[in-house]
């Protein structure tokens, strides 16, 4: 919820009008390194975005990594949202490419926005490509030469959540 470049990204979006929620899973909350199981996460957004749904306009969902990957979890079982975005969607575990994380994306109907690192070890470039070929609704916004945390050598921070957040803003916008 404090990862610095969260923080830059969410405050930068309500900067530009859009609201963003950040919050801990229960393993982050108490400190542990290894995350709740599927179903805890799954309970634990639920309950978040249930709450923030009731007073937002519309409701987007998405997160960094995991968080983001529950968030399509949620979507795909029917949870009401209007899109999703995901900084750095983890496709397959870190050197594992054999084990998608992708089945229950074919299920998703609202838009998807997946701002993606070219580096990023936890989705091969050509893997998430033919992925996102096979979702209609899905926009791919590659962020060239950065890694999983969406750092990229020789950039700042800044300079990287700029870019992030015109593409995200230009993107929300194009769906009203």
């Not at 400190?31 to 634990?44: G, H, K, N, W, Y």
């Not at 033919?130 to 800044?158: C, F, I, M, Y």
Request: aromatic share 8%; net charge positive.
């Amino acid at each position: 919820m404090y990862t610095p470049e969260l923080v830059k990204f969410s405050e930068a979006l309500a900067g530009r009008g859009i609201g963003a929620v950040r919050f801990n899973f229960p393993y982050a909350e108490a400190r542990r390194r290894t995350p709740d199981r599927q179903v805890v996460l799954e309970a634990c957004y639920r309950a978040v975005a249930g709450q923030v749904g009731q007073s937002a306009d519309r409701l987007l969902l998405g997160g960094r990594s995991m968080g983001g990957r529950i968030a399509s979890h949620l979507a795909a079982a029917g949870f009401a949202a209007a899109a999703l975005v995901f900084l750095s969607y983890p496709l397959h575990p870190p050197g594992q490419p054999d084990r998608l994380r992708d089945k229950h994306l074919y299920g998703i109907t609202i838009p998807m926005l997946f701002l993606q690192g070219t580096r990023d070890a936890f989705a091969q470039p050509e893997l998430l490509q033919r992925t996102l070929a096979r979702l209609p609704t899905a926009t791919l916004h590659r962020v060239e030469n950065a890694d999983h945390g969406l750092r990229v050598p020789g950039k700042s921070s800044e300079e990287i959540t700029v870019e992030l957040v015109d593409t995200t803003v230009a993107w929300v916008n194009q769906l009203r």
